[in-house]
């Protein structure tokens, strides 16, 4: 996951939050953010829009014109309450800071589950049922997939 956000205080915490769950990269302004998600095309992106320079609006109508990039899920994490700007504009999501880990991995979850982001798998390490459940239907998904010899 990427996270594009000028505050490296606010980078730190989402990081910390998510860096069980995720791989996440960092990108402390919005022209990194763009040149970083057109090299690795992550699984889905968090947001800010106030940020110098190329601000947060710039960077979600880049991706969202970028054919490699537009399906990717954006969830917009910022002081900024402009909700429906954010939704108009393609987010997936769009959550008001502060946030908590609950608040942003369930935005997460339904940003991946709606933008078809099979790839991206939640599982809480705390919940062995869920977990367990969670890895029975990856096996059966690859099992449903793979040819029989």
């Not at 699984?43 to 970028?66: E, N, S």
């Not at 998904?141 to 010899?149: K, N, T, Y």
């Amino acid at each position: 996951m990427l996270v594009i956000d000028d505050d490296s205080g606010a980078r730190s915490l989402i990081a910390r939050m998510l860096g069980r769950d995720f791989r996440v990269v960092e990108a402390e302004d919005g022209a990194t953010g763009l040149t970083l998600a057109r090299d690795l095309t992550p699984d889905v992106i968090t947001l800010d829009i106030l940020m110098p320079g190329m601000d947060g609006w710039a960077v979600l109508r880049a991706l969202k014109a970028d054919a490699a990039l537009a399906g990717v899920p954006v969830v917009v994490v910022t002081i900024v309450d402009e909700r429906a700007a954010g939704f108009a504009a393609g987010a997936a999501d769009y959550l008001t800071k502060p946030v908590d880990r609950t608040r942003l991995l369930e935005a997460l979850r339904r940003a991946a589950h709606e933008h078809g982001a099979a790839a991206a798998l939640f599982a809480d390490d705390d919940d062995a049922p869920a977990r367990e459940a969670l890895l029975a239907g990856v096996r059966d998904a690859v099992a449903a997939r793979m040819p029989v010899a």
